[in-house]
């Protein structure tokens, strides 16, 4: 089975800062997909980045960037430039192709004016 | 173009009733995936659908059960319900089986409390 820890419950930035959020997962796959999903207070979980296992190459999107070693099980999220509309729940999630998401427990990230 | 809808926004039931959770999906996409989120266990998968299958079911009570209809249109139900059931219920679809390429889009859940 496979397990995703967030180790970090809540965390805060200022605005303009940048923000690592931590996440580590345990898994016997070779090939699998890992996920930051963002959860406002509208409840929705947004996806911010994916990243496919078997590509070296770190995925970034905009101001949201990751930090993927592999033989560390390790897939940081580094948020940039942070905005007050990045204050929610982040999550990071797991998936075997053709399986569930496995989540993370959250880090509450507060980006603070 | 319309996101995921799950009705209703909000639902207040007393222990031992049943309840029915409904979940419209992204016109066109035809897997629906059900998580349940609470405080204590977070993200748990419920139940995945495609073309009116159950795929894959996660690990709970008989009490929650699912179903898929012919317009990809999914509802879950929870009978005799506990206290323990409350919680977020999320429902999210994908265009197919593949959604690891591409991806889930994720309604606003129901949220069940349980008296």
């Known amino acids: 089975a496979q397990t995703v820890t967030q180790s970090q419950p809540e965390m805060s930035v200022q605005e303009a800062e940048t923000v690592t959020l931590s996440c580590t997962y345990d898994t016997s796959e070779n090939n699998y997909y890992l996920f930051w999903y963002k959860q406002p207070p509208s409840r929705q979980m947004i996806l911010v980045i994916r990243?496919?296992?078997?590509?070296?190459q770190n995925a970034t999107e905009n101001r949201f960037s990751v930090n993927f070693q592999k033989a560390a099980k390790s897939f940081s999220l580094k948020i940039s430039d942070s905005q007050l509309g990045d204050t929610a729940m982040y999550f990071c999630a797991f998936m075997i192709w053709g399986n569930m998401l496995t989540f993370g427990g959250g880090t509450r990230l507060m980006v603070k004016p | 173009k319309a996101g995921v809808t799950q009705t209703p926004r909000y639902l207040i039931k007393t222990r031992g009733q049943q309840v029915t959770l409904s979940c419209s999906p992204i016109?066109?996409?035809?897997?629906v995936s059900w998580y349940q989120q609470t405080p204590g266990q977070g993200l748990q998968f419920l139940f995945e659908?495609?073309?009116?299958?159950?795929?894959n079911k996660g690990n709970f009570p008989g009490r929650f059960s699912g179903r898929q209809f012919s317009n990809s249109r999914s509802e879950m139900n929870v009978s005799t319900l506990e206290l323990g059931d409350s919680a977020l219920y999320l429902c999210a679809s994908s265009p197919g089986p593949d959604r690891a390429n591409y991806g889930y889009t994720f309604g606003s859940g129901t949220r069940l409390t349980v008296v």
């Open positions: 016109s066109g996409h035809r897997s």
């Open positions: 659908y495609f073309s009116e299958t159950q795929r």
């Open positions: 990243q496919e296992a078997y590509k070296q």
